[in-house]
């Protein structure tokens, strides 16, 4: 057992179709790291609780790069059922409107 919450996530659809070598080697690569940034992304949704976070305001408060894919681990924590979708609004990040997100809790 790992020291975060969640294990490394071997989930399948991580890469594009065609399958092309450098995507699927990417999607590899990734799931060491995906359960550390899921964790980080959750421990920010629940911080803001009862309030919503974006998928950008969420990877800013956890300290993710916004190079680091996040919006991706924060679809997977919504398929998960980790986090809840709410309405869309105006980001307080960037400006753009985005979906808000909760935390649902223990």
């Excluded at 490394?8 to 179709?17: A, F, K, M, T």
């Excluded at 911080?47 to 997977?76: F, H, I, N, Q, V």
């Excluded at 400006?95 to 808000?100: A, H, K, Q, Y």
């Amino acid at each position: 057992m790992s020291d975060t919450l969640f294990d490394p996530d071997y989930r399948s659809g991580r890469h594009r179709n065609p399958d092309w070598t450098t995507s699927i080697v990417g999607a590899e690569r990734v799931s060491y790291r995906s359960g550390s940034q899921k964790e980080k992304l959750l421990k920010a949704y629940k911080d803001a609780y009862p309030a919503g976070l974006t998928d950008d305001e969420a990877a800013a408060a956890a300290g993710l790069p916004m190079t680091s894919c996040y919006w991706k681990r924060c679809g997977e924590l919504r398929q998960d059922g980790a986090i809840t979708v709410g309405e869309a609004r105006t980001s307080r990040q960037n400006g753009e409107l985005r979906i808000e997100c909760f935390y649902k809790g223990d």
